[in-house]
């Protein structure tokens, strides 16, 4: 069974770390595909961290599996991932909370329909900026706005280098699909799931010089990972008060 206080993320590893954080006796389970699974409890509130593995087809398996074995219709689902700078101001580490979604790709069609509009809960948002001003290193600088989901990020990155992206800051590959489970979710089954995505610039796509890559993000990968799990717990603490 899962809780109704869910953290979230593509890689396994990122969310082993969740237990770090979790009062003792957090639980974690790995699954044969590699996939990880937490439950235990952060400064008292029961919490359930999830791996989702890699893009959009991946979070549309996954994401249900953690929905139907809670037993409670009031839900709270963070995203915290990595994502490629889609803007020349963005630097190595910034933080993103993600608005809305520019969506290149098609898994949102199958659940919702090929029109759909991804948008993120306001008040969800708000506690992740809330809390990721209150983790973020002195070098950070936390936004909002809309982000890219794509289902291709390696040929997406190398279209990606000619092309004005307007205001979406940064791609990644799965935030979109969190929006159209929850609203699929909440109109067939009457839901009031809620959804939120706080994202770290790994790299930059689109920096003037050449393609800035995770290097200078793998050397301070450590401080920004806590500062990344601690600010969506914390808003997952804040949205239960």
Sequence with gaps: MSHPNVISGGDPSRIRKVAQYLDKG???IESKRGLVTVHGSYRGLQVTGFSTGMGPASVSITMPEIIEAC???DMVILRIGTSGGLQKHLKIGDIIASTWYERAESTCDKIMRPTYHAVTNL???????RSAHQTKKEYQTVHEGPTRTTDDIYFDALDSKGRDHGEVLAVSMEGSVYCAL???YNHDDNRKIRVGELLVISDNVVAETEHIDAT???KRQQ???????RAGLEALLYLRR
Excluded: M, P, W, Y
């Design 123 to 129: 008040d969800v948002r708000e506690a992740l900026v």
């Design 26 to 28: 957090a639980e974690i």
């Design 223 to 229: 401080e920004i990972e806590d500062g990344h799990i």
């Design 182 to 184: 929850r609203d699929r």
């Design 71 to 73: 037993d409670q219709d």
């Design 216 to 218: 200078e993000f793998l």
